[in-house]
């Protein structure tokens, strides 16, 4: 008998313990101050809602598998390919300097095209266009990997992205595209990553759904995972029909959900869940 | 075509010193208990052993199972007592085998 009450009492103790945790984790969770306006007062990476292990993963620049996909293209910048015998480096050149900053401001107005591209787009542009060579598919995984590494560039700097002048009716689209339930579970990205985030939910925490870790190695791909492939992901998963890759919808919702992060710093590679 | 794999080590330690190696692989670790979307299993493609060797002497190995998810990460200690060249390999299912090489020097 007695021995029964120490298993049980060392059972109490243990939940205890983990409901503190808990606790202590959520009231770690540091932010920065939004700015006025702000939907949040405090924005807060997803990083602070992983695990101490998952973080740590992140921190260590060798441990942290997301840098396998930077330094792959870190060799693609300098080789040269399609019909203008380019590489990235021919005219960009160092990418350590001029690339710095780029991946921040994505998405960003382009007055040729007449509307905003990603950095995914934009690489793809240098292809078709100045190397004359194939753009690559979107979850290729040499189109994550340049995506990666341009945005690695950015890494620390605060997230940048301009919505006013034409971006405007973008950034509307991408903020009702916010708001609007989806799906047969009737779902919009507000219901979890703004009135719910934090919470514990399906067995991991629900994050403010910010941007400024991706492209992100996903533990569960095993992988690095640009944006929209995890948009794409989240509406799957309240059961809709999913908007395509580099769409329009993805396009304007990636811009609305840069500026919700902004002043974030920049945290490719990211690993996540 | 395999990529490089990520090695650190110090570039130098005192005589007798143990340091830490840590190393992180590229590759899928296809476990072989997976199915494709036509249904048909996809074959094992893992790496199952990792060799580290010092002077041409061992220093530690493993074998790898199929559970151990992409891109290994592996660490390990090991003493110093003279200057050298540590070898990785990591021998892949199909029989390739990933090399890389770090030198090492003694502390004057």
């Known amino acids: ?273 | 075509m395999a990529d490089k794999p990520r090695i650190k080590l110090p570039k130098e330690a005192a005589k007798g010193e143990v340091i830490q190696i840590k190393t992180l692989v590229s590759h899928v670790m296809e476990s072989g208990q997976r199915k494709d979307a036509q249904g048909k299993a996809i074959p094992r493609k893992i790496i199952n052993k990792f060799a580290c060797e010092f002077n041409g002497k061992p220093v530690f190995s493993c074998a790898l199972e199929p559970a151990i998810s992409a891109n290994p990460y592996i660490q390990f200690d090991a003493r110093i007592d003279e200057a050298g060249t540590f070898k990785f390999s990591w021998t892949d299912d199909d029989g390739t085998v990933i090399t890389a090489e770090e030198k090492i020097a003694l502390k004057a």
């Not at chain 1, 942290?64 to 330094?71: D, K, S």
């Open chain 1, 1 to 273: 008998m007695a021995r029964r009450y120490v298993g049980m009492a060392a059972a109490i103790v243990a939940a205890v313990s983990i409901a503190t945790l808990a606790v202590a984790e959520d009231a770690e969770r540091k932010g920065i101050a939004a700015p006025p306006g702000h939907v949040f007062k405090t924005i807060v990476s997803g990083y602070e809602f992983r695990s101490k292990e998952t973080r740590a993963l992140q921190d260590d620049d060798l441990e942290n598998p997301g840098f396998l996909a930077v330094e792959r293209a870190a060799d693609v910048w300098k080789k040269v390919e399609g019909g203008e015998g380019k590489s990235c480096m021919s005219c960009h050149g160092e990418a350590e300097t001029n690339m710095k900053g780029v991946g921040a401001a994505m998405p960003k107005w382009d007055d040729k095209l007449k509307k905003p591209v990603n950095l995914e787009q934009r690489i793809n542009i240098c292809r078709s266009e100045h190397m004359k060579a194939e753009p690559w598919k979107f979850k290729s995984r040499e189109l994550t990997d340049m995506t990666t590494f341009v945005r690695y560039q950015s890494h620390g700097m605060p997230v940048a992205v301009k919505t006013d002048g034409p971006m405007s009716p973008w950034f509307e689209r991408g903020k009702q595209i916010y708001y609007t339930r989806y799906g047969q579970l009737d779902l919009a990205c507000e219901s979890c990553h703004e009135r719910n985030n934090g919470k514990f939910m399906r067995a991991d925490f629900l994050s403010q759904g910010q941007t400024n870790g991706f492209p992100t190695y996903r533990l569960r791909d095993q992988r690095v995972v640009p944006l929209h492939e995890r948009f794409e992901g989240c509406m799957f998963d309240v059961r809709a029909e999913p908007f395509k890759p580099l769409s329009d919808e993805f396009l304007a919702l990636e811009l609305y959900v840069a500026w919700r992060g902004i002043g974030l710093p920049v945290e490719t590679p990211a690993v996540r869940n």
